[in-house]
């Protein structure tokens, strides 16, 4: 594993997929659009009919059409965006520039693909459309597409928040992606009782066997410390709501026995922060 992927997999702030959810959404978000679409379509014939301009009836909805695919076809990725960057959690700074970046990708992409799409739909037709034509207009689709990504993220983020807090709909825990080859774990944070060092790994303790982790325990320890993890040990993490009691030793060291009935060695130079309020 590289270290851009090890950096990815302890990055704060991921929110885990929501299938059903996620489903819902792109449908709903489909069926407005396809209401929306159509209404901007037939304005767009009635504003050229009042002017007099020549406009066969069908070029406005090739037009909002191909946008409309375009945006559907492209939702999924723009969500999974919004999870992996999700703003609701900080370093914002750094999420914020990987939005940018996506929505630029974004704008880009719609105007070659919609040019493509119009171009195709006008040769069937026996017309002709220059398929370059929205990227020689970028500045006025370019406006359009930073809003209608903005916007994207803003609904989903929303929807995320409000299905997570729904009676009955518990919110997604946040989960870390654990590679093992070409497989995949998607590990509850919750789940995970205590995090040992194991050379450049470190090892997921959980209520059966330990999961290695390519990631450093000081990493680990940046990303659990909102999870109510606290160091016991220089290789050693333990999450304070699965400690049952603090044995001390004569020497300062202390013995951490947990809940479900294992113990762990502690440091002295870590006691004070393990008793912390």
Do not use: C
């Amino acid at each position: 594993m590289s270290q851009a992927e090890d950096r990815e997999d302890t990055a704060p702030g991921r929110i885990a997929p929501d299938p059903a959810g996620d489903r819902l959404f792109i449908a709903v978000t489909a069926a407005v659009l396809a209401v929306v679409l159509m209404v901007n379509a037939l304005n767009v014939n009635d504003e050229h009919l009042r002017a007099g301009s020549r406009l066969v009836f069908w070029e406005p909805f090739v037009w909002e059409g191909s946008s409309g695919i375009y945006l559907v076809a492209v939702s999924p990725l723009v969500m999974a965006l919004t999870r992996r960057f999700w703003l609701g959690a900080p370093p914002r700074a750094a999420k914020l520039a990987a939005h940018a970046a996506g929505a630029l990708i974004f704008s880009v992409t719609h105007m070659v693909l919609i040019g493509v799409m119009r171009a195709g739909v006008y040769a069937m037709a026996g017309g002709r459309y220059d398929p370059w034509g929205p990227l020689h207009d970028w500045a006025y689709e370019g406006r359009k597409d930073l809003l209608i990504y903005a916007t994207s993220v803003a609904l989903y983020s929303g929807w995320r928040t409000i299905r997570g807090r729904a009676p009955g709909v518990s919110a997604a825990p946040e989960v870390l992606e654990v590679r093992d080859g070409a497989r995949r774990h998607f590990v509850p944070l919750d789940d995970v009782v205590w995090v040992e060092a194991a050379g450049n790994y470190v090892e997921l303790h959980r209520g059966g066997a330990g999961l290695l982790h390519r990631a450093s325990l000081s990493a680990m320890e940046k990303r659990l410390q909102t999870a109510g993890f606290v160091r016991i040990h220089r290789s050693r993490l333990v999450r304070r709501k699965a400690v049952a009691a603090v044995d001390s030793k004569p020497t300062g060291d202390f013995v951490v026995r947990l809940r479900d009935g294992r113990e762990l060695a502690g440091s002295r130079r870590y006691r004070r922060p393990l008793l912390a309020d």
